[in-house]
């Protein structure tokens, strides 16, 4: 179909899952486990829970593929950073964030290796409670690599080729349950745009080795709840159009993107940012269809996807889904346009 909707991947948990005004305050990259409400015993069940309800609101508001909302995610990366064999999870180490400040993250202590499947059994309840298609997202081996304190490898580019054998094999696990699409996310490569030209690509197509299956890579300049002043542009956009995957999600609607780097990219699909999550105040459907019609100057219509600028869980809920809902209401006008209706 023309224009499919779906979101880029995290959508807002309930208030009785997670303490929303502890999880607003920071971006975790090692486990934090006091952001949860539910007691450990009963907390993957309360996940499930979420993740129907974060489904059937996707459904609810006219998503054409739908993800699990990252139900089960304290951040986007850090569920799987150290879930990793390698990984010292009790002894933290430190790097300097995208805002300059030091945070604690993984510490590589040894080989970087999967011991088995992270996210199998998310993607395995988001198959079963859902009939239309279905996408599972993975935190990307160039910025789990930035993401991370060093003390193994002592190279940087070998420390990314390992992180991308693991989300290699687990990608080939994601499409082999049923996912339509995989998405790996590596907002750190609009950070170290230098890093990610000398050895971000390398590690990218590392992982996506001998895939068979949809991926899309999504590039982000950091969360609206975090970063409110954003770029017109990337500083490392076009050089994905010589990856394998076969679509580049960005964000354009809060950076109010100069579309014209579209061009650069000829062969990929764009999934294209029309929310703009730094404002609560809900586009209409008519704001959105707009946003989505100054994409064609540059890319055909067969080749977007529309989406959120980037993932939805720091929004109020309510917010969140009304957004959501004007997203799919201003596809569908031009859709209708296109088709002649």
Not at 165 to 184: H, R, S, T, Y
Request: aromatic share 6%; charged share 25%.
């Amino acid at each position: 179909m023309l224009l499919p909707t779906c979101l880029v991947g995290s959508y807002p948990q309930p208030d009785w899952l997670i303490d929303r005004d502890k999880l607003s305050k920071q971006v975790p990259r090692v486990r934090a486990d006091d952001l949860w409400r539910v007691s450990p015993d009963k907390l993957e069940a309360a996940q499930d829970d979420a993740t129907v309800l974060a489904i059937r609101d996707q459904e609810r508001a006219g998503l054409d593929i739908i993800s699990d909302g990252e139900q089960r995610r304290e951040s986007y990366s850090n569920r799987f950073a150290t879930a990793l064999e390698g990984i010292d999870v009790k002894k933290p180490g430190t790097t300097i964030n995208r805002s300059g400040r030091p945070i604690a993250v993984p510490r590589i202590v040894g080989p970087i290796r999967r011991k088995g499947p992270v996210e199998l059994r998310d993607l395995t309840v988001l198959r079963a409670n859902t009939d239309r298609a279905i996408k599972a997202t993975v935190p990307g081996p160039f910025t789990m690599s930035k993401q991370a304190q060093d003390d193994y490898y002592k190279d940087a580019e070998a420390a990314a080729l390992a992180y991308a054998a693991a989300v290699n094999a687990e990608i080939k696990d994601l499409f082999a349950a049923g996912a339509d699409v995989v998405q790996i996310d590596e907002p750190w490569m609009q950070q170290h745009p230098g890093d990610a030209r000398h050895y971000g690509l390398k590690a990218l197509d590392r992982a996506l080795d001998g895939v068979a299956g949809t991926v899309a890579v999504h590039l982000c300049f950091g969360y609206a709840a975090v970063v409110r002043d954003k770029p017109s542009g990337y500083s490392f956009l076009p050089e994905l159009e010589g990856s394998k995957a076969q679509q580049v999600s960005i964000e354009a609607a809060q950076p109010r993107l100069d579309l014209a780097v579209l061009r650069e990219l000829p062969s990929k699909t764009i999934i294209l940012g029309v929310l703009d999550l730094s404002d609560m105040t809900v586009e209409t459907p008519q704001i959105v269809a707009d946003r989505i019609r100054r994409a064609f100057a540059y890319v055909p219509p067969n080749r977007v996807v529309v989406a959120p600028d980037c993932g939805m869980k720091y929004l109020p809920r309510a917010v969140a889904f009304a957004k959501m809902k004007a997203m799919t209401e201003g596809a569908a006008l031009v859709r209708r346009e296109l088709n002649g209706g």
